[in-house]
């Protein structure tokens, strides 16, 4: 069945309110957004709030790391109790250090996830797969919230489940921006295993309604 990731980069003002507000309509995962700033424009939580989250709860918690220099807080977030942490494909400049920080996201017992923006194919991350146990597929451009879902996302799933299968790899798919309940039908026949979503619970007047809506 389809897992929701919901995103905190809707809730900066009030994140524990909307988390436990969330928790108590039983969400699959939180979807930690970090930005520094840098990376992307905007700047919003980082380990200090993932652990005090994590202090309060065993919710699995999906780190997403959109930073210029993710390698100085594996660390960090491993010791914050993130379960997964995620690490911009873009934020590399030399595939061997990207190859070096998945290895050790995995020494540190969290999933390694690698993601990848809009104008990142699939084909250039086809050999790094078999080193990662999640893809998230940027249908934005990450660092805004209640962007426009991209459509070309959706052969991008497809084709990275078509590979996934060839090579017997076990990979998750999930998808982050722009996600409602109308697209979530589509985005699970492409392939998706998790959906991250923001806005559209967030916003939502019956937030349990909202992600129902999601999960039918």
Known sequence: MIKISASTHPAKDDLIGYFKELEELNIDMLHCDVMDGEFVE????NYLDVAKINAISTIVLDVHLMVANPVSL?????????????VHYEAFKDEKDLIKMLKLIKKYNMLAGLSIKPQTTIEQIYHLLPLVDLVLVMS???GKSGQKFMTGSLSKISKLRQIIKKQNLYCLIEVDGGINDTLAKDLISSGADILVVGSFIFNAVNKLD???ALKK
């Not at 905007?42 to 939580?45: H, P, S, Y």
């Not at 594996?74 to 995620?86: E, F, H, Q, R, W």
């Open 140 to 142: 934005v451009e990450p």
């Open 74 to 86: 594996v660390k960090k977030y491993a010791k914050a109790g993130a379960n997964i942490l995620t």
């Open 210 to 212: 909202a992600i129902n």
């Open 42 to 45: 905007d700047k919003t939580i």
